[in-house]
C-alpha cells in the first residue's frame, strides 16, 4: 500500500502541470463561448451556365474564377448599398466558394444576425451574376441565381463544445511545456564543487625554505 502511495505521489509531482493547466483552458474556452458575440453564416448559390452545349469543363473553368471575383472591389462595391455595409466591411463578411468538378459558387455571408447575414450573401450573389453577365458574349457563359440565402438557425460561432475542446487542448500544451522545463532542469547536473586545501597536510619546516631559497642563490 506504501509502494502505491509513493508511486500516486510521484506522478503527483511530476503531472500536476498538466492537471491543473487542462481544466484552467477548459474553463477559459467556456468563458470565451459564454461572452463572445454570435456569428451567423448564410449561403446563396450561383451556377455557371455555358451557351453552347458541351462545354461543362469551360463552364466549371469560370466557375473558379468568378468565385475569386466574389471578393473583388468591383463586385462588393455594387452590393454594398443594399446590404448595409461598405465595400470594406463586406469584404471582412463575404467570400465565395467553389468546386473543382461543379460550376455552382457557393456565396457565403456572416452578420450578427441571421437576416444581416442572409442580406451580405444574396446581395454580393446578385452583384456577381450581374457583373460576369456584362461580358457573357466574350466569356461564352452566363451567371445564373440557383439558390437564395436561408437564414441560419443558430450562429455558427461561438461552439461550447469546440471552444472547450480548444480551451483544453491549449492548456494541455501549456502543461506539457511547464512539466518539460521542470523535468530538464532537474536533469541538469549540479557543479562540480572546488575541493578546499587540505588543512592538516604538512607544511614545510622553515629551516627547509631557507635551505631551499640559499640553494636557489647559489
Given at each position: 500500500?506504501?509502494?502505491?502511495?509513493?508511486?500516486?505521489?510521484?506522478?503527483?509531482?511530476?503531472?500536476?502541470?498538466?492537471?491543473?493547466?487542462?481544466?484552467?483552458?477548459?474553463?477559459a474556452?467556456?468563458?470565451?463561448?459564454?461572452?463572445?458575440?454570435?456569428?451567423?453564416?448564410?449561403?446563396?448559390?450561383?451556377?455557371?451556365?455555358?451557351?453552347n452545349?458541351?462545354?461543362?469543363?469551360?463552364?466549371?473553368?469560370?466557375?473558379?474564377?468568378?468565385?475569386?471575383?466574389?471578393?473583388?472591389?468591383?463586385?462588393?462595391?455594387?452590393?454594398?448599398?443594399?446590404?448595409?455595409?461598405?465595400?470594406?466591411?463586406?469584404?471582412?463578411?463575404?467570400?465565395?466558394?467553389?468546386s473543382?468538378?461543379?460550376?455552382?459558387i457557393?456565396?457565403?455571408?456572416?452578420?450578427?444576425?441571421?437576416?444581416?447575414a442572409?442580406?451580405?450573401?444574396?446581395?454580393?450573389?446578385?452583384?456577381?451574376?450581374?457583373?460576369?453577365?456584362?461580358?457573357s458574349?466574350?466569356?461564352g457563359?452566363?451567371?445564373?441565381?440557383?439558390?437564395?440565402?436561408?437564414?441560419?438557425?443558430?450562429?455558427?460561432?461561438?461552439?461550447?463544445?469546440?471552444?472547450?475542446?480548444?480551451?483544453?487542448?491549449?492548456?494541455?500544451?501549456?502543461?506539457?511545456l511547464?512539466?518539460?522545463?521542470?523535468?530538464?532542469g532537474?536533469q541538469?547536473?549540479?557543479?562540480?564543487?572546488?575541493?578546499?586545501?587540505?588543512?592538516?597536510?604538512?607544511?614545510?619546516?622553515?629551516?627547509?625554505?631557507?635551505?631551499?631559497?640559499?640553494?636557489?642563490?647559489?
Amino acid at each position: 500500500m506504501s509502494e502505491l502511495r509513493q508511486s500516486a505521489r510521484q506522478l503527483a509531482r511530476r503531472w500536476w502541470p498538466v492537471a491543473l493547466a487542462v481544466p484552467l483552458g477548459a474553463v477559459a474556452g467556456a468563458g470565451y463561448a459564454t461572452v463572445a458575440h454570435p456569428v451567423y453564416a448564410a449561403n446563396s448559390y450561383v451556377v455557371v451556365v455555358p451557351q453552347n452545349p458541351g462545354e461543362s469543363a469551360t463552364a466549371v473553368n469560370f466557375a473558379q474564377a468568378y468565385g475569386r471575383l466574389a471578393g473583388q472591389p468591383q463586385v462588393l462595391a455594387a452590393a454594398a448599398a443594399e446590404s448595409g455595409h461598405s465595400a470594406t466591411e463586406l469584404e471582412a463578411l463575404v467570400h465565395g466558394t467553389t468546386s473543382p468538378d461543379a460550376p455552382v459558387i457557393e456565396i457565403t455571408g456572416t452578420g450578427t444576425g441571421p437576416q444581416a447575414a442572409v442580406r451580405a450573401a444574396d446581395a454580393v450573389a446578385r452583384s456577381l451574376v450581374a457583373f460576369a453577365n456584362t461580358s457573357s458574349k466574350e466569356t461564352g457563359v452566363r451567371l445564373v441565381p440557383l439558390a437564395a440565402a436561408a437564414e441560419p438557425d443558430k450562429p455558427t460561432t461561438p461552439s461550447a463544445q469546440l471552444d472547450l475542446a480548444v480551451g483544453g487542448a491549449a492548456g494541455l500544451l501549456v502543461g506539457a511545456l511547464v512539466m518539460m522545463t521542470r523535468r530538464r532542469g532537474e536533469q541538469q547536473p549540479a557543479p562540480a564543487a572546488v575541493p578546499a586545501p587540505d588543512s592538516t597536510a604538512p607544511r614545510p619546516r622553515a629551516e627547509d625554505r631557507d635551505a631551499a631559497t640559499a640553494g636557489s642563490i647559489r
